[in-house]
């Protein structure tokens, strides 16, 4: 597991593994996805957690739906780097938190020294 996924939820490991794999061509525009059970064994993971991953990547366009035929990527799936991921937002907010936080130290150093 590469260091971009620490921190990630399993769904948001495995929809980022399946962007990677279509950003790196190793899943062409239009390719099968392998069965959710499948793919759920292949990436370790549950079913319902291989479920959520798909319905995130169908929501952002990288994959497509066919009833009772299969998953596909999309023909014409993101071109750039993938979404922001919830795990991106957390760690943004930590260092946005961060931030402030030094921020009201500096303005609290700086109101003490005008009085």
Do not use: C, H
Request: glycine share 6%; no cysteine.
């Amino acid at each position: 597991m590469g260091s971009e996924t620490t921190g990630l939820a399993p769904y948001e490991r495995v929809a980022s593994a399946i962007r990677s794999a279509v950003l790196s061509g190793e899943l062409a525009p239009g390719a099968k996805l392998p069965s959710n059970r499948d793919l759920a064994q292949q990436q370790d993971v549950s079913l319902p957690t291989l479920q959520r991953a798909v319905a995130l990547l169908q929501e952002e366009g990288w994959l497509v739906s066919r009833p009772s035929v299969g998953v596909f990527v999309s023909a014409d799936p993101p071109k750039d780097a993938p979404p922001v991921s919830i795990g991106d937002l957390r760690r943004g907010l930590v260092d946005l938190r961060a931030a402030v936080s030094a921020i009201e130290e500096r303005l609290d150093r700086l109101e003490a020294a005008d009085q």
